[in-house]
């Protein structure tokens, strides 16, 4: 991300032919804002961290708001908000302040999303709810849950305001697409649509493990979702729900997907749970005695699953606090090593390169899935090896192994490239082999 931010100031151009070994298939808006924020701090990357973590914290804000548009409670509210940024740092905290526009995404299209609840009855605002929804789309452009939930929902409620929807939606999403190939050119939709991947429906499996911990809130959903089914506000986070989950299963079988893909669908879980928590006072008034008191019963249940791992993650913060020093050494060094290498270099970690100084060059993931949808011949890369063109080439696994080059181009970089350095926290740095060896 740091490389293309950087590229955003400079106006050099984002997006590159498909056959190239660096490719970019985000939308533009998030390289402006990291790279006039990193102009500001003197590091992009540091600064795509906090803009990061900002996004997280707006978000979590959304979801405040939203919770508090179904309840009316404002402490509920704000447990919401504040447990769904503790869930998010134990369950899933590689997240958390990570340089990507994941984040930054989410809190616009959270944002989007609150605004369209409060005032959809205001044509103004209901217009700017549009728009930055179409903002969060061009940070990035697969969080489609909440405007089609909408859509579908505007359908089947309020045809005047569906109409509406459309055709001001069809306007901003065609106007943004003149611009995109105005600014970018044909590059621009042949990198976001047409870039290769490779695709495992077993991959879809793994959203079973990562869901495990909010099983808790997806049973409080699927209560609200029976006990509330014909209430439209239910209705529409249900659509949100549905599909969140639907196509963050569907996205998970891509090569190179993290458990980011479910974010969304977390988001609509905490928004339906506490919302069913605001709601049993009244459903069970009259017909229990314990009625007045299954909001504060159901607000323990909701924060089990964070406080069950407060102890893991103290520990382990605590170990990473103790390695700190000597990482920062380590990654300082190696650095410094990298920076001694003239261009072009082949770098597993693109931080490393970039805080040396070098260009960027080469995509490991990438250039990794055109090989191994066939999109790109081997030989391409495999020649550039065989030649020895990179000075130095760094992986990051310290056994040499990268998931992203099919095997036979990690067979030809140990043939034609020596091991010379071997680093705990940046894997291994080979150099080209003499002819002689």
Known sequence: MAYFSQYAIDQKPLYQPLNSFILNNYPPLSFYICGAAGVLSGDIITAGRWIALFGLLLTAAMICLII??????????????????????????????????????????????????????????????????????????????????????????????????????????????????????????????MAPRTYRVGRIA??????????????????????????????????????????????????????????????????????????????????????????????????????????????????????RPGIEKQIKEDIAFVAKFPEPLMCENLALSYWAGKKFSFDFFTTGEKLKTGSMPEEKIINKLDNKEFSLIQLNDQKGTTYHLPDEVTKQIFENYAVIRQSKASGIFLIRRSNQE
């Open 206 to 323: 793994k959203i079973g493990n990562w869901l495990m911990p909010s099983i808790i809130y997806i049973s409080m959903a699927l209560a609200l979702y029976t006990m509330f089914f014909k209430d439209r506000d239910v209705q529409l986070i249900l659509l949100f729900s549905g599909i969140s989950l639907v196509w963050g299963a569907f996205a998970t079988g891509g090569g190179g997907v993290y458990y980011n893909t479910i974010f969304d669908f977390i988001i609509s879980l905490f928004i339906a749970a506490f919302i069913l928590a605001g709601r049993l006072p009244g459903f069970f008034k009259g017909k229990m005695n314990w009625g007045r008191d299954s909001t504060i019963l159901a607000v323990i249940f909701l924060l089990l699953p964070v406080l069950l791992a407060i102890p893991y993650e103290l520990y382990f913060t605590k170990e990473f606090l103790k390695n």
């Open 68 to 193: 508090f548009r179904f309840s009316g409670s404002a402490y509920l509210s704000i447990i919401g908000g504040i447990l769904f940024v503790g869930y998010m740092c134990v369950h899933h905290g590689n997240y958390v302040g990570m340089s990507d526009p994941q984040w930054i995404a989410h809190g616009l299209m959270m944002s989007g999303f609150a605004l369209f609840l409060y005032k959809k009855e205001n044509k103004a605002l209901f217009f700017c709810s549009m728009l930055i929804m179409l903002l969060a789309g061009l940070t990035k452009h697969n969080l489609i849950a909440v405007p089609v939930a909408i859509t579908l929902w505007l359908f089947m409620y309020d045809r005047r305001l569906f109409y509406q929807w459309i055709v001001s939606g069809f306007m901003l999403v065609t106007i943004s697409l003149l611009i995109m190939y105005v600014a970018y050119g044909e590059n621009f939709f042949a990198d976001i649509l």
